[in-house]
């Protein structure tokens, strides 16, 4: 069966210092990827998506990025974190005519 | 643009006793509904789904209802235990070459021993 890896589970961060989280998947091949950010007590907001190696597309405006490098493997980055960046970072997949399928989430403060 | 809703953002309901959560979306393209679960800290959890030629489905103590009338959708749960404390999402895609996926702000349900 699928199964996303996403780490760490909780990150403190300062403003202004880089990120990068990591999302990795196993069970499954050719999986089109997500970030999704959720907000406290706040739906989930899609960042970016991925259909493919390389193939990264955004859906707002924002302070992050998102990159590809193999075809199990989806990375958030920022440069400079923002106070607006905290919130709980969820790594998603899913395939054609099947549902999404959520990692178990990394929550991030910017202090 | 297009989204989806809650209508209650909490619920309280005593053990034993069916829960009922609701949900509207406007858009009336939406051919794929699907209720979530989340757990405090956690990834949301597939529920249960229905395609928009469906009024009805029913799983293991889980029922969807839509009313595409009225753009409506609700999740009932039959005898409501202590598990089933959590937020409960609705959510509304159009399909495509990706699933974009809209995400109602979600409904926080608290049962009582």
């Known amino acids: 069966s699928q199964t996303i890896h996403q780490w760490p589970a909780t990150l403190v961060q300062p403003v202004g210092s880089p990120l990068s989280l990591e999302c990795t998947v196993e069970g499954t091949s050719n999986p089109n990827l997500y970030w999704y950010r959720q907000a406290a007590g706040r739906g989930l907001q899609l960042l970016f998506y991925?259909?493919?190696?390389?193939?990264i597309s955004s859906e707002v405006p924002q302070n992050l990025s998102a990159s590809r490098p193999q075809d199990r493997q989806f990375i958030l980055s920022s440069k400079k974190l923002l106070l607006s960046d905290s919130g709980f970072y969820l790594c998603?997949?899913?395939?054609?005519?099947?549902?999404?399928?959520f990692g178990s989430g990394t929550q991030l403060s910017v202090l | 643009g297009e989204s989806v809703g809650l209508h209650l953002p909490t619920l309280s309901v005593q053990e034993g006793d069916n829960s009922i959560i609701n949900c509207a979306y406007s858009?009336?393209?939406?051919?794929?509904f699907i209720w979530y679960k989340q757990e405090s800290g956690k990834g949301p959890q597939f529920i249960i789904d229905?395609?928009?030629?469906?009024d009805k489905r029913q799983g293991q103590r889980v029922t969807v209802l839509l009313n595409k009338t009225v753009k409506h959708l609700s999740l009932q749960i039959a005898a409501t235990q202590p598990g089933d404390s959590a937020v409960y999402f609705c959510a509304e895609t159009t399909g495509g070459g990706y699933q974009k996926v809209t995400f109602g702000t979600g409904t926080k349900l608290q049962v009582i021993p």
């Open positions: 998603a997949l899913d395939r054609l005519n099947e549902k999404l399928f």
């Open positions: 991925s259909v493919g190696i390389g193939q």
């Open positions: 229905i395609r928009s030629n469906m």
């Open positions: 858009n009336s393209a939406s051919d794929y």
